[in-house]
């Protein structure tokens, strides 16, 4: 079965500084990873979607790079702001979707 | 983009009733529907797979008879919590694949069940 975990739990940053989340998964057969935020008590907002042979997506300050060989990717934070403030979570397509418990972002201003 | 909704995004019930959520993609046919639920704190866990016109699957440890999943035409499924308790209590997220292109999913907004 898919194990998906995130590092940190939980990272806590001032604004304008760069930050990289991690997350790592334990079978490297999947489709696509992607990238979600949550805000506390909402839904998921997509951030970006990486396929199994791609090897990163951008958008905007955001950027994703996925290692399938080795189950890691990692999504780099550019310039972060106060409103980046929440739950991002990575999940990985197989047969179903598998997520990671997250890791909640705080940016101090 | 593909937008999925839910209905509704909070419910509060009294212990022992039953509560109807739906699922509808807006502006595309879905297939396939999935169920999530997500404890506070936690991950989501996916509850169960529900197909247009058959009989949802569900993930282990799932009672099938206490979360009815209903999956009546191509942009709407249901999530019935039957005789809910406070341990039901949660937040509930759906997700659709376009057809023919189920590696994509969409999510809703969640619904946040609150059993007293």
């Known amino acids: 079965k898919q194990e998906v975990t995130q590092i940190p739990a939980a990272l806590s940053v001032p604004e304008g500084e760069n930050l990289v989340l991690n997350c790592s998964f334990t079978?490297?057969?999947?489709?696509?990873l992607q990238w979600f935020r949550q805000d506390p008590g909402k839904g998921l907002t997509s951030l970006l979607l990486?396929?199994?042979?791609?090897r990163e997506q951008t958008s905007g300050r955001l950027n994703a790079s996925l290692d399938k060989s080795s189950g890691r990717s990692t999504l780099y934070i550019a310039a972060s702001q106060p409103g980046d403030s929440a739950t991002y979570l990575c999940a990985v397509k197989s047969n179903q979707f598998y997520f990671g418990t997250g890791t909640s972002l705080t940016v101090i201003p | 983009g593909a937008v999925v909704s839910q209905h509704p995004s909070w419910v509060i019930c009294k212990s022992g009733t039953s509560v109807k959520i739906e699922c509808r993609s807006l502006?595309?046919?879905?297939?396939?529907m999935f169920w999530y639920r997500q404890f506070p704190k936690q991950s989501l866990m996916l509850m169960a797979t529900s197909n247009e016109g058959s009989k949802a699957t569900y993930e282990q440890g799932v009672e099938k008879d206490k979360f009815l999943i209903n999956h009546a035409s191509l942009t709407l499924s249901t999530l019935t919590v039957t005789s809910a308790h406070p341990e039901d209590s949660s937040f509930y997220i759906c997700?659709?694949?376009?057809?023919?292109?189920?590696?994509?999913?969409?999510f809703g907004p969640g619904t946040r069940l609150l059993v007293l």
């Open positions: 997700s659709a694949g376009l057809q023919g292109m189920v590696e994509t999913q969409y």
């Open positions: 990486i396929q199994s042979s791609q």
């Open positions: 079978d490297s057969a999947i489709y696509n």
């Open positions: 502006d595309f046919q879905a297939t396939t």
